[in-house]
């Protein structure tokens, strides 16, 4: 099973300036690369804020979200929500047949899934800007 990251940064090594910061800061080339990518995988894995930003799942890919409140009420898509330990949701997923899966942030999903060490690939494009901080 390929399990990638997938996180734009600034050039200063940030993914956001808060956790709620929406990814309209990247640029064309990395929504493509996103879009690409997360098709290609079938699933994407990420956050509750991170869903927030988007606030529906995304045409073409199946969606889990780690969340203990979220309420998949008046959501479109393809949403799941989930609490599984990391190697627990690859293992589901991998058994219903997929056989990639992005890993889409935020910050404390990128590092559950990095402390489990089922990462097999990052996906890391830098964008010109500075932050100076963030997340």
């Known amino acids: ?65 780690y969340s203990r409140s979220l309420s998949l009420e008046g959501i479109d898509g393809d949403v799941e929500i989930s609490s599984l330990e990391p190697a627990a949701l690859i293992a589901k997923l991998e058994a219903d047949g997929f056989d990639s899966v992005a890993i889409c942030g935020g910050a404390q999903i990128y590092g559950m899934f990095l402390r489990a060490k089922v990462v097999t690939d990052l996906y890391l494009p830098f964008e010109t800007l500075m932050f100076a901080s963030g997340i």
């Open 1 to 65: 099973m390929k399990v990638f990251i997938i996180a734009a940064m600034s050039v200063d090594g940030f993914i956001g300036l808060t956790s709620d910061h929406a990814a309209d800061w990247t640029s064309k080339e990395d929504k493509q690369l996103f879009v690409r990518l997360t098709k290609e995988a079938g699933v994407m894995v990420m956050g509750s804020h991170t869903f927030q930003t988007l606030g529906r799942g995304l045409p073409g890919r199946k969606t889990i979200v």
